[in-house]
């Protein structure tokens, strides 16, 4: 065999080798994703049955508590209807006994009397005078066995048919919890989750999102409300955080079973501002810029250069002071002090009056007037590369979206440099205005 055929084969063979080594890599990969599907079933399976058991531990007991409940109330029923028709009964029998007693009284004396009427007439004439004075002829009413009460008890035997038919549609066992989390997407300094309904049958009216930042830690409650997204931040970059989300219908309490648990993390650090302009004070984070006095009009930039090309900048205001047409929120391509807007040129940016501003230059396009609680946004993308009219340098165009109260414009950014991240900035000139950026 020639050294060329010899080559070929060898390193046709070396390809199949790493073809085979590629295709057992992914083979065990995809038996790792088996073995854990199969964890999840045993290990659902599990922790369903013993929510089920605790539940209808729980539940027989509440029963039986309000069970026995009923029961002493009905007794105790039974028994102040008694005490309360038995007392005249009482004093009845009481009146009887006396009347009884008197009469039996009167009977010995009456035999005595006569026994000695011979010897002792007096005795004759004492007791006919005492009979006059008792009344033996006045009895006592005495009620009836109609008249007199006769307790029983009312039993509702459908009470067991209503109860047997509830018990029978009591809970139910789903192969899979109607919600899951279909998407986790970084952000600087935070996670946006989306998530959506895999049960049709299944109507939320609210979702519930929860996170924690390790398993040994609660899960906690960042989200509730009828969004099928939200952005959690305070995320510190490169950790994983587990989030899972459940969702309840329109009137009711309970909610459904939790999403599988995802893991997401961001390797994006948060936005801040910079700290140590005269006229803003910041929060501990450096995510929020509060605009407390009207003296220094400068410009407040960010940290650093953290916002890039496919990524949202979102700035949301918190509260607002007085309007003035230099007022600005938006980026640009680096910080240049001694300006009190962001109204110039390598910069872009919308003023609270909704005018949006490109290299120094208002657009017609106009968005709607900044008020407490609006959400600004900035989307862009790198479209093209291209030369100057007079060929000193290159071009690079920005498709630019920026968006406020449910409205967008959308232009073309040119700039003369490039630049692979952008710093972003505000400027107020009243105070009371308060930015907070993610």
Request: overall charge negative.
């Amino acid at each position: 065999m020639e050294s060329a055929d010899l080559e070929a084969l060898l390193t046709e063979a070396k390809e199949s080798m790493e073809a085979a080594r590629n295709y057992r890599t992914e083979l065990q990969q995809r038996l790792l994703g088996l073995t854990q599907a199969r964890r999840q079933i045993k290990d659902s399976a599990a922790q369903t049955r013993d929510t089920l058991k605790q539940h209808f531990l729980d539940v027989k007991g509440a029963v039986i508590k309000l069970l026995d409940e009923r029961l002493q109330a009905l007794i105790q029923e039974v028994d102040t209807i008694a005490q309360e028709n038995i007392k005249p009964l009482d004093e009845c029998q009481k009146l009887l006994e006396q009347g009884v007693s008197t009469a039996e009284d009167l009977l010995k004396d009456g035999e005595i009397a006569l026994s000695c009427m011979a010897q002792e007439p007096e005795n004759l004439c004492n007791f006919t005078n005492k009979a006059m004075h008792i009344q033996l002829d006045s009895l006592p009413e005495v009620p009836s066995l109609v008249e007199a009460p006769c307790l029983s008890a009312q039993l509702d035997d459908s009470f067991l048919s209503a109860a047997r038919n509830h018990i029978s549609k009591h809970c139910t066992v789903a192969s899979r919890p109607p919600i899951l989390i279909e998407e986790l997407i970084e952000r600087p300094g935070g996670i946006l989750v989306r998530w959506c309904k895999v049960d049709d049958e299944f109507v939320a009216h609210d979702y519930r999102l929860q996170c924690r930042k390790n398993v040994a830690s609660h899960f906690e409650d960042v989200y509730v409300g009828s969004e099928s997204e939200f952005i959690v931040l305070h995320i510190d970059p490169n950790i994983d955080y587990q989030f899972r989300v459940c969702g309840r219908g329109d009137g009711r309490h309970e909610w459904s079973p939790w999403s599988v648990s995802q893991l997401g993390k961001t390797t994006l650090v948060p936005h801040e501002w910079c700290s140590g302009f005269e006229g803003y004070s910041l929060s501990s984070r450096r995510n929020i810029a509060l605009r407390n006095d009207s003296v220094s009009h400068e410009v407040l930039y960010s940290k650093a250069a953290t916002y890039s090309s496919g990524q949202t900048l979102t700035f949301r205001v918190e509260s607002v002071g007085q309007l003035d047409k230099r007022d600005s929120i938006g980026v640009c391509v680096e910080p240049q002090f001694g300006y009190e807007s962001l109204q110039r040129d390598k910069a872009v940016c919308i003023s609270t009056s909704g005018a949006v501003f490109v290299n120094g230059k208002e657009m017609t396009n106009q968005l709607p007037p900044i008020t407490p609680g609006s959400t600004i946004t900035f989307d862009m993308e790198v479209v093209s590369l291209g030369t100057s009219n007079n060929n000193e340098g290159p071009i690079h165009k920005r498709r630019v979206t920026i968006g406020s109260n449910n409205r967008e414009v959308v232009f073309d950014w040119m700039l003369e440099q490039t630049c692979d991240s952008l710093y972003f900035g505000c400027s107020f000139i009243h105070s009371g205005w308060k930015v907070l950026v993610f």
